[in-house]
């Protein structure tokens, strides 16, 4: 199975701040890389296809960027109601896999 | 708006069966190159992928979970189901239905929580 791992796994910001978080793949998977948003008691929400591609309705803060084994979600100017926990998930071979997470939270 | 929504028990005995099933609305489960599949979500897991159906029938499994996983559809009733056989305490998790597009699980039902207990 491919590996996807995020770092950091915990991170505290402020409203305004620049963000970024990166997901490091076990071997190559080209940009078949995506992003979701999770908030509390919620399902997760689709941000980012393809590494770079923004889902439909998702603001443009956020970013994505990189391919092969190593990718960055950024958000340009972190909203009030942009903390919640971040995912990455690997498409480009069975099974399909997830990063840990990474939890943003108030500063 | 397509829309999923999960139905199913809540609590479900070690050992025994867990039938899932996922109703689409505001859609058709047939064609548009959209495979449905099922992700389950637990505090030692993680986010873990299960499977997912064609509408035609063909269906993809996690390889772990293979000998104990079934994924069926229902056209007629726009609907596709999850079966779990020989439960034990870890499958306790939150099992989402998902839509699957061409990159990504672009849309999710809102969960529902299975406890496997005595």
């Known amino acids: 199975d491919i590996q996807l791992t995020q770092s950091p796994s915990f991170l505290s910001a402020s409203v305004g701040d620049r963000v970024t978080i990166t997901c490091r793949a076990s071997q190559h998977i080209s940009n078949y890389l995506n992003w979701y948003q999770q908030k509390p008691g919620k399902a997760p929400n689709l941000l980012i296809y393809a590494a770079s591609t923004l889902q439909s309705g998702v603001p443009s803060r956020f970013s994505g960027s990189g391919s092969g084994t190593e990718f960055t979600l950024t958000i340009s100017s972190l909203q009030p109601e942009d903390f919640a926990t971040y995912y990455c998930?690997?498409?480009?071979?069975?099974?399909?896999?997830f990063g840990q997470g990474t939890k943003v939270e108030i500063k | 708006q397509v829309q999923l929504q999960e139905s199913g028990p809540g609590l479900v005995k070690p050992s025994q069966t867990l039938s899932l099933t996922c109703t689409v609305s505001?859609?058709?489960?047939?064609?548009?190159?959209?495979?449905w599949g099922w992700i389950r979500q637990s505090p030692g897991k993680g986010l873990e992928w299960i499977g997912y159906i064609y509408y035609t029938g063909s269906t993809y499994y996690h390889p772990s979970l293979q000998s104990r996983v079934a994924i069926s559809v229902d056209t007629s009733r726009n609907q596709f189901s999850l079966t779990l056989t020989s439960l034990t305490a870890a499958d306790t998790a939150i099992y989402y239905c998902?839509?699957?597009?061409?990159?990504?699980?672009?849309?999710w039902g809102k969960g529902t929580k299975v406890t496997v207990s005595s």
């Open positions: 998930q690997q498409f480009n071979d069975y099974p399909y896999t």
């Open positions: 998902a839509r699957r597009s061409r990159y990504a699980f672009d849309m």
């Open positions: 505001g859609g058709s489960i047939r064609g548009s190159h959209h495979y």
